[in-house]
């Protein structure tokens, strides 16, 4: 596959809800990461689009995410690509989908694969997704393997969205990285 360009690229935010993280292996590392790999990609100009599942019920994106966010969008499908909202803020020019957040094993694997079925290439930060139990993790990621696929890390998104550190979003990027 290619290399990642900002131009081709959103990331989604799947359910980084301050309810549900708290249940999460690792929690607190998780939000941190996240946090500051979408400072990034707003450095880089990539739409940052989240979700929240059943937001009336569970409450909202934890605070230290949420002023980071472009779009928040309540779902109450485990698959956030069954909900049109969630589809119509998928910017369409925009095919490769990098993908974070909770439940890895749930709501993270089943909206990639409904992405890929409607013409998206969904992309999975590894660092930036968790389940409950790290087994479930683990399991997400063979069957994202199982399925063909990509797989990044937030710096090889991040350094790959910048191309050269003449890129005016480098020193912005440096810190978020160190």
């Known amino acids: ?9 959103t990331v989604l935010v799947i359910d980084l809800q301050e309810k549900l993280l708290t249940a999460i292996h690792e929690h607190d590392a998780l939000l941190g990461r996240v946090v500051r790999f979408v400072q990034g990609a707003k ?8 979700t929240e599942h059943w937001p009336e019920k569970i409450g909202a994106t934890h ?3 949420a002023p980071h966010l472009d779009t928040i969008i309540g779902k109450t499908h485990f698959d956030a690509a069954r909900e049109e909202a969630v589809l119509n803020a998928l910017p369409p020019e925009r095919k490769r ?5 909770a439940e890895a094993h749930i709501c993270v694997l089943q909206t990639a694969l409904t992405l890929a079925s409607k013409g998206f290439q969904p992309v999975l930060v590894v660092d930036g997704i968790g389940s409950r139990l ?11 393997q199982q399925h063909g696929f990509e797989a990044v890390t937030m710096e090889m998104a991040l350094f790959e969205w910048l ?5 005016p979003a480098f020193k ?7």
Request: proline letters at 10%; aromatic letters at 2%.
């Open 163 to 167: 191309e050269t550190p003449a890129n």
């Open 134 to 144: 790290d087994s479930s993790r683990q399991a997400a990621l063979q069957r994202w």
């Open 97 to 101: 989908v990098l993908v974070v957040g």
């Open 1 to 9: 596959m290619p290399l990642l360009t900002a131009a081709d690229s």
């Open 43 to 50: 450095a880089c100009h990539v739409p940052v689009v989240a």
């Open 172 to 178: 912005a990027i440096l810190p978020l990285v160190k």
């Open 63 to 65: 605070p230290e995410l």
